[in-house]
């Protein structure tokens, strides 16, 4: 039976989905936050790239949106291969990279989880659900970033990772985000000791958390 457009449209959301499931998930496993590489994800999701019927499809918008889909995961694929090599080589470590991204150290007192219970919307989640090549979860669109709002981008960033785990994003809007986030900024200072903290999104279990990190003192003018 031929495959209709709306199908195969489907099957490039998934694809998007996928692919950006497998990129936070490795990111992940890089910082620290996840105990093994998603080695089951990644081949479930050459499998369904084996197999989709966007291989075969006939109008040119499918066949470059599917071909543009794959240039970003072989991309990407190149890039965690070689550091997967790095890591086993001990060129670098899961430390050097967490200090790369940011973050002094993986002591508690250095970077703290916002936990779910803890009052910030933004981080109340649950288990994702599993994926369905022909049908997606509804899910709010992400604005266009703002390149002098960090707030801005991290709201971004914290619904593009939601999505990659095909959560759900009615209700979490920009703005009960933001006064979720200034209320956790002092909570999250007092219990690091530090005079602030900086927010970055992560996955960890299947969840999607905003990890709070101190926020290093800047030397004044000379």
């Given at each position: ?31 620290g ?17 084996r ?9 040119a ?113 920009e ?48």
């Amino acid at each position: 039976m031929a495959v209709t457009d709306k199908e195969l449209d489907n099957d490039l959301a998934d694809l998007a989905i996928r692919i950006e499931k497998m990129r936070v998930k490795y990111q992940g496993f890089f910082l620290g936050l996840e105990k093994l590489p998603p080695l089951f994800e990644r081949d479930q999701l050459e499998r369904f790239i084996r197999v989709s019927a966007l291989n075969d499809a006939r109008r040119a918008v499918h066949k470059f949106r599917f071909q543009a889909l794959l240039q970003r995961y072989r991309t990407l694929a190149v890039h965690w291969d070689r550091i997967m090599r790095e890591l086993e080589e001990g060129r670098i470590t899961r430390e050097s990279m967490r200090r790369d991204a940011g973050y002094a150290s993986s002591t508690p007192r250095e970077a703290q989880p916002v936990d779910e219970d803890e009052g910030l919307p933004a981080t109340q989640s649950s288990p994702p659900p599993t994926p369905s090549v022909r049908a997606t979860p509804a899910r709010a669109a992400a604005p266009a970033p703002e390149p002098d709002d960090p707030l801005k981008r991290l709201y971004i960033d914290y619904i593009s990772a939601r999505s990659s785990l095909g959560l759900a994003n009615e209700g979490i809007t920009e703005s009960a985000f933001r006064a979720g986030l200034d209320k956790q900024r002092l909570a999250q200072a007092q219990k690091l000791g530090v005079p602030d903290v900086s927010f970055s999104v992560v996955v960890k279990e299947g969840r999607v958390i905003l990890l709070a990190r101190a926020v290093a003192d800047r030397p004044g003018p000379a």
